[in-house]
């Protein structure tokens, strides 16, 4: 997929020169640092992406990673799309569940979403695979964009209502600083929330752990939950408990970083388990990442602004 608030085909287009297989962190170098991680209290890994069921023998890291004692929990999100193929062995190798995005059932819309021909039957279809292969709860990540796909909120909420699986309803981010992201896109969780009440009553629950991103509600007649990720309107910074690992090994403390600290050069200079791990708890211990709080409090005074990537 080239999703228009991910991968825009103006910024990732046929001539963007993506990274070399050499560049990208190998599974083992990938275990390493999640191992230093689980030693220093991280308890849940995320297989993320891009598209990660692209990589090559991904059940294999799976496996490596589910083997961790301490280790809580394993979990992958991904398009849907290859899931059909991978489902089984993915839960095999270990995987405890899934996300799945897909942010309309209308294909028109969909399609325009994804700028790939993708349709909303194949996600669908990897939903079932992953339900049949026992990866759950299974999560629908749904990105709102206002004017895009607005319009599916209760068509989403009303086809998963009484499945098991949960919707989470993500207000439009400026992810990468590529997107073209605007306030007046932005469709507050707040609304999310209301549009649904008046047509499925719901009510609040409390989060699962500390640092949860999605806001828990549940529906009165006990069809399941929603969750919705207030991350424009609500930042979470002061509560964030998240680290992000890139394909190239750069550490980042904050999902709208734009720079993040070389822990490749640290693997392949020769660096060892202790050096790796002080690194990592500086990092940590110092990191001051408020983007989401300090992009709030600037759109705020200056409602009108907007933010737009560069060359596109």
């Known amino acids: 997929m080239r999703c228009t608030y991910c991968m825009p085909k103006e910024v990732f287009g046929r001539d963007y020169q993506f990274l070399e297989h050499d560049h990208l962190l190998s599974f083992e170098e990938i275990t390493r640092i999640v191992q230093i991680?689980?030693?220093l209290g991280g308890r849940k890994v995320r297989v993320t992406g891009g598209e990660p069921l692209l990589r090559r023998q991904l059940p294999r890291l799976i496996e490596t990673l589910a083997d961790m004692p301490?280790?809580?929990?394993l979990t992958l999100t991904t398009n849907g799309v290859l899931l059909p193929q991978y489902a089984q062995a993915l839960a095999n190798a270990g995987l405890k569940r899934v996300t799945v995005s897909l942010d309309s059932l209308d294909d028109a819309v969909f399609q325009a979403m994804n700028d790939a021909g993708i349709t909303v039957d194949q996600v669908l279809e990897g939903i079932e695979a992953a339900a049949k292969a026992g990866l759950k709860p299974i999560k629908i990540n749904t990105v709102v964009k206002k004017g895009v796909n607005d319009q599916s909120i209760m068509d989403l909420a009303r086809h998963f209502h009484g499945s098991g699986h949960i919707v989470r309803f993500?207000?439009?981010?400026?992810?990468?600083a590529t997107n073209g992201w605007r306030l007046d896109d932005v469709v507050p969780a707040c609304?999310?929330?209301?549009?649904i009440n008046a047509d499925l009553p719901i009510e609040p629950l409390e989060p699962n752990y500390q640092g949860e991103v999605a806001g828990r509600w549940r529906y009165r007649d006990g069809g399941g939950e929603i969750g919705v990720i207030a991350s424009v309107s609500e930042p979470f910074c002061s509560n964030c408990t998240r680290a992000r690992l890139s394909a190239d090994g750069k550490l980042y403390t904050c999902l709208f970083a734009s720079e993040g600290h070389d822990l490749r050069a640290l693997l392949r200079g020769g660096a060892s388990e202790n050096d790796l791990t002080q690194?990592?708890?500086s990092i940590w211990r110092d990191r001051t990442d408020r983007y989401s709080q300090l992009r709030t409090a600037q759109t705020l005074q200056q409602p009108k602004v907007e933010m737009s990537y560069i060359g596109g």
């Open 170 to 176: 993500i207000e439009f981010m400026d992810v990468g």
């Open 279 to 281: 690194s990592i708890r």
């Open 191 to 195: 609304q999310i929330v209301d549009r």
């Open 70 to 73: 301490d280790l809580e929990d």
């Open 37 to 39: 991680f689980v030693s």
